[in-house]
């Protein structure tokens, strides 16, 4: 965000020169208008563990859980892979078979647009998971700042996708928009 504010007040200043602040005035007023949005959102989930919407199970419409698709081997593997790597690394590293075996799950789901949803959801609580652990980890502050921008973004678009599959749950199509 910084990187916007720095190349927004530069813009400002060389559109001055040449007559054109009340369009770059529009420009900077949207800029704090998305910024202001993504800081609301970020007040709406902080009170909540972030971890919150990744412990809910799919819903029935999201298809059999597991799919049959192997996942006590990709487990196993990943496991084998944990036991030489680091602390950070093996974190990581745990929040993919949940991730996968989720999506997999998501993907039986009878109607393309519900299988896309059940496989998203899964796909964003990774990106969840997978940020509290750079968040625990990382020591750069860029990538915990990083971090918590995807912590943030992902749960606003899990709620929504979730709202969508109830809405869908609740008759079929009634989640969609034409």
């Given at each position: 965000?910084?990187?916007?504010?720095?190349?927004?007040?530069?813009?400002?200043?060389?559109?001055?020169?040449?007559?054109?602040?009340?369009?770059?005035?529009?420009?900077?007023?949207?800029?704090?208008?998305?910024?202001?949005?993504?800081?609301?959102?970020?007040?709406?989930?902080?009170?909540?563990?972030a971890n919150v919407a990744a412990a809910l199970p799919l819903p029935d419409i999201c298809g059999d859980a597991h799919a049959d698709h192997?996942?006590?081997?990709?487990?196993?593997?990943?496991?084998?892979?944990?036991?030489?790597?680091?602390?950070?690394?093996?974190?990581?590293?745990?929040?993919?078979?949940?991730?996968?075996?989720?999506?997999?799950?998501?993907?039986?789901?009878?109607?393309?647009?519900?299988?896309?949803?059940?496989?998203?959801?899964?796909?964003?609580?990774?990106?969840?998971?997978?940020?509290?652990?750079?968040?625990?980890?990382?020591?750069?502050?860029?990538?915990?700042?990083?971090?918590?921008?995807?912590?943030?973004?992902?749960?606003?678009?899990?709620?929504?996708?979730?709202?969508?599959?109830?809405?869908?749950?609740?008759?079929?199509?009634?989640?969609?928009?034409?």
């Amino acid at each position: 965000m910084i990187w916007i504010k720095r190349k927004s007040f530069s813009l400002v200043q060389g559109c001055r020169s040449e007559g054109r602040t009340e369009e770059m005035n529009y420009l900077s007023w949207a800029a704090a208008a998305v910024l202001a949005a993504a800081f609301v959102g970020a007040l709406v989930v902080r009170d909540q563990p972030a971890n919150v919407a990744a412990a809910l199970p799919l819903p029935d419409i999201c298809g059999d859980a597991h799919a049959d698709h192997g996942e006590a081997s990709m487990q196993e593997h990943i496991d084998v892979m944990a036991t030489s790597a680091d602390e950070g690394h093996a974190a990581l590293l745990q929040t993919m078979e949940p991730m996968h075996s989720d999506m997999m799950r998501g993907m039986t789901a009878e109607d393309f647009q519900t299988a896309f949803v059940c496989s998203m959801i899964p796909h964003h609580q990774g990106a969840v998971e997978m940020a509290q652990v750079a968040q625990q980890f990382s020591d750069d502050p860029w990538i915990r700042m990083f971090a918590q921008e995807i912590i943030t973004t992902q749960q606003v678009e899990i709620a929504e996708m979730q709202a969508w599959l109830t809405r869908e749950a609740a008759g079929a199509g009634a989640g969609r928009t034409e």
